[in-house]
């Protein structure tokens, strides 16, 4: 079945560098993707979303890459800060069913 | 501001208990979702609806129900709650179908 999953459940980072989290998904038909932060007690935030029709697409500090021949995209966070520390959820549209989501990788940023 | 609220926040109740979580959003969405999370499992969905009157079963719908007779609340209703539903709720909703969906901030439930 559709699935989308996240490449390492945990992620350090020293503060200022660059942080990349990964997700692979399997629906080849998935046209629309969302990265999602939750915080510690909190519910998930959006963050940035991307379509097929696209490559990349950029916010403030983050960028999502989509690679659709391996089905695969990214979060960059540029200049990681101790804020950025959290969970981070991709999701995808599964055919007419809600979003389903990856089991989330967690960011810790080290000062 | 529109938002999505979530009542209680916090609840601990008895094994074989009914428990009924609220959530209302005034953002005028036709679509809300019920997600339970537990640690190793992400956010999984319990049931959906898109629109008043509509609900749908999601991936871990049993032992659950929900009833949707407007636009605003989706309550979510455990008939008898059981160990294994302790758990964090979250309810969500969205404008539309394959759009991003807004999460309300948890309920968190312990059922002893």
């Known amino acids: 079945g559709e699935s989308v999953g996240l490449h390492l459940p945990t992620l350090s980072v020293q503060e200022g560098d660059n942080s990349i989290i990964n997700c692979a998904y399997s629906?080849?038909?998935?046209?629309?993707f969302i990265w999602y932060k939750q915080e510690s007690g909190k519910g998930p935030q959006f963050i940035i979303d991307i379509r097929s029709n696209m490559d990349k697409r950029q916010g403030q500090r983050v960028t999502v890459l989509l690679n659709k021949t391996v089905k695969h995209l990214s979060l960059q966070i540029a200049a990681t800060q101790p804020g950025d520390s959290a969970v981070y959820f991709c999701a995808a549209p599964s055919g007419n069913t809600p979003l389903v989501f990856g089991k989330g990788t967690r960011l810790s940023v080290i000062a | 501001d529109a938002e999505i609220t979530q009542s209680p926040r916090h609840k601990i109740t008895e094994t074989g208990r009914q428990v009924t979580l609220a959530c209302h959003q005034t953002?005028?969405?036709?679509?809300m979702f019920w997600y339970r999370q537990d640690l190793g499992h992400g956010l999984r969905l319990i049931h959906y609806?898109?629109?008043?009157?509509?609900?749908n079963k999601g991936e871990v719908s049993d032992g659950y129900s929900v009833s949707r007779s407007n636009t605003e609340d989706l309550p979510l209703t455990l008939e008898s709650a059981a160990s294994s539903q302790t758990s964090v709720y979250f309810c969500?909703?969205?404008?539309?179908?394959?759009?991003?969906?807004?999460f309300g901030e948890g309920s968190w439930l312990t059922v002893v």
């Open positions: 953002w005028n969405h036709n679509n």
């Open positions: 969500a909703s969205s404008p539309v179908s394959g759009n991003t969906i807004y």
């Open positions: 609806s898109y629109g008043v009157q509509d609900t």
């Open positions: 629906n080849s038909a998935s046209d629309y």
